[in-house]
């Protein structure tokens, strides 16, 4: 069955870097856009970051254009995203999602990403 | 860029209610629209897809309806179990997501 887990999260200083990671199994990862969506506490859900199958397309929200860095390995059915430059505003559970055409349809559990001094 | 808008932001039923949900799109966006169920703690689940298209394994009293920039989702009997935020998302061709603000359904 499909399953994608995230890891990397935690807590960080406001300025540093982090990068979360998805793992893909039980499909042909190669074969799938994957995306990044966020939910900071007790809010809605903010979709981040695109990616198209092959790698060869990306895609950003304008609030983490130029600082977040979406990227796959499709050797090792691995989704990541590398956040530069984090904000408080950044704190938040990342999803990694599996698309269909325009629509998420298998998510992971989620890590949280908590950014504060 | 495109806005979504939903009302309510939140509603409280009873149990066997029918329960309606409105999302609206600050441009035309066709059918590009989709609905989420989210649970608290959970992650979201796809129930609709391309405005009215049911996902697989999701019961039919959930459904969807509309185009161009207005839309509507419905949950025919309210139950316990659907006790959830809805979120609607439209997408674009690269495609990236817009969500709209949610509706939080209590009983």
């Known amino acids: 069955q499909v399953q994608l887990v995230e890891s990397g999260g935690g807590v960080v200083q406001p300025g540093r870097s982090l990068r979360v990671s998805c793992a893909a199994s039980g499909f042909s990862f190669s074969n799938y856009g994957m995306h990044w969506v966020r939910q900071a506490p007790g809010k809605g859900l903010e979709w981040v970051a695109g990616?198209?199958?092959?790698?060869?397309?990306?895609y950003y929200a304008d609030s983490v254009k130029g600082r977040f860095t979406i990227s796959r390995d499709n050797s090792k059915n691995t989704l990541y995203l590398q956040m530069n430059t984090l904000r408080a505003e950044d704190t938040a559970v990342y999803y990694c999602?599996?698309?269909?055409?325009?629509?998420?349809?298998?998510w992971g559990q989620g890590t949280l990403v908590t950014v504060s001094s | 860029d495109i806005q979504m808008t939903q009302s309510p932001s939140s509603l409280s039923a009873s149990v066997g209610d029918r329960v309606t949900i409105t999302c609206q799109a600050s441009q035309d966006i066709t059918n590009y629209l989709n609905w989420y169920q989210q649970k608290p703690g959970k992650a979201p689940k796809l129930l609709i897809y391309?405005?009215?298209n049911l996902e697989t394994g999701v019961p039919s009293k959930f459904g969807g309806s509309g185009s161009g920039t207005d839309f509507s989702f419905t949950i025919s009997s309210l139950q316990p179990e659907d006790i959830a935020t809805y979120y609607c998302?439209?997408?674009?061709?690269?495609?990236?997501?817009?969500f709209g603000p949610g509706t939080t359904v209590d009983i």
């Open positions: 990616i198209w199958y092959d790698g060869t397309n990306k």
């Open positions: 999602a599996r698309v269909r055409g325009g629509s998420a349809v298998y």
């Open positions: 391309d405005a009215s």
């Open positions: 998302q439209h997408y674009d061709n690269l495609p990236r997501f817009t």
